[in-house]
């Protein structure tokens, strides 16, 4: 498997797995409406390549014959972001999301950034758990807008 970064031919493939992750991870929380809806306005072509196109983004995919996971992270003013990390439901508990960390975090450590957060919604047992384990702490709290639903989230935060 190698990890690397995003190019256009991967979109078809992270768009899946966000589709797949999404309902595997949310549905007790969020609608099933509301996650297609969402899925497909924020993992649309023009949204995704508007990342690419971003300076200081770096969105990685794990390619294992096709796109099996995917991060997106952002650095500005020294703080570093992880946006997005999920993984195809078929394929938890390989490794392949903290692969996926691992090469974002070296990244931000490549590019000076002390400090990296990471947002997840606060119904994401397996997220909280996750970064827990990768040495997060929670720092804060917030909610999104997602169709006509307001989702809580919680901040983790981390020095790199």
């Known amino acids: 498997m190698e990890i690397r970064p995003a190019i256009p031919d991967d979109f078809a493939g992270i768009k899946a797995v ?7 991870t949310y549905a007790d929380a969020i609608d099933g409406e509301t996650i297609s809806r969402t899925v497909e306005e924020w993992y649309s072509e023009g949204s995704l390549q508007a990342i690419l196109d971003q300076p200081e983004t770096d969105f990685l995919v794990a390619d294992d014959g096709g796109v099996v996971g995917f991060c997106h992270g952002y650095m500005d003013d020294g703080e570093g972001d992880i946006v997005r990390l999920y993984t195809h439901p078929d394929r938890w508990d390989e490794g392949i999301g903290y692969r996926l960390y691992e090469r974002l975090r070296d ?5 000076n950034v002390p ?3 990471a947002i997840v919604v606060e119904s994401d047992e397996m997220a909280r758990t996750l970064f827990t384990r ?4 929670q720092s804060g709290s917030g909610s999104v807008k997602m169709g006509d639903e307001t ?6 935060s981390r020095a790199v």
């Open 18 to 24: 966000a589709h797949a992750a999404w309902k595997a």
């Open 107 to 111: 990244d931000m450590r490549d590019s």
């Open 115 to 117: 400090e990296m957060k």
């Open 134 to 137: 990768m040495g997060f702490e």
């Open 151 to 156: 989702v809580s989230e919680l901040v983790y």
